[in-house]
């Protein structure tokens, strides 16, 4: 039977393309360094092809970690601010022991793009902050996959649910020990988890 290795995949490589991006970035974009609300540093880097990404340069004192951490985005956080992210879910979040993030199987690829953009914040991963068991989830069975299936009725308070979900608005918002990520398109799902990741680092408050 097959395993789901989507997300542990995709984590690979993203860190594979990161260590490559920051190995060739001085001779292959350009940057430019911006502050968002004078106290979080970004990095703004185009490649020849026009990609852009927007870098978190995470203070020094974060968590209380001398580590610098140099987080990617697919967009700036200004990008993000009309994105409603349900005020108190960071405290909900932190408080928990792990997470599972589950979407639908028929879901575009796209969907878990948004997933790791969340999992690069939580993840135990080396390149991580927040040190979280992660585990991926169906919300419904797929033949010839063993993943787990969980839903918004199998959170805990210990074990959270994150949903990524394809609805009629894009915002980020709870249902009990739920933590639910929407997007009207897949593109806005992608900014929803990432309104999300910018919210835990604490540069929306």
């Given amino acids: 039977m097959k395993k789901n290795l989507i997300f542990a995949a995709i984590l ?49 004192g974060f968590k209380n970690n001398l580590e610098l951490y140099q987080i990617p985005f697919r967009y700036s956080p200004y990008e993000l601010e009309g994105i409603s992210v349900e005020k108190g879910i960071r405290d909900k979040m932190l408080a928990s022991k792990g997470f599972y993030i589950t979407l639908d199987p028929d879901y575009d690829v796209k969907s878990v793009i948004a997933a790791v953009e969340l999992s690069k914040i939580l993840s135990t991963a080396d390149f991580s902050i927040f040190k979280f068991p992660i585990d991926s989830a169906f919300t419904k069975e797929r033949e010839g996959y063993d993943t787990p299936v969980k839903d918004c009725k199998d959170a805990t308070s210990d074990v959270k649910v994150i949903k990524l979900l394809l609805g009629s608005s894009t915002r980020v918002y709870s249902q009990d ?20 990741s910018l919210t835990l680092l604490t540069v929306f408050p």
């Avoid at 020990?177 to 999300?196: P, R």
């Fill in 177 to 196: 020990n739920c933590i639910i990520i929407e997007g009207n398109t897949y593109d806005n799902l992608i900014k929803s988890a990432e309104s999300l």
């Fill in 12 to 60: 690979i490589v993203f860190v594979i393309a990161i260590i490559l991006f920051f190995a060739f970035k001085e001779a292959s974009v350009s940057y430019e360094s911006y502050f968002y609300n004078s106290d979080f540093e970004f990095v703004k880097y185009e490649d020849e092809t026009g990609n852009i990404t927007h870098t978190l340069l995470l203070s020094a």
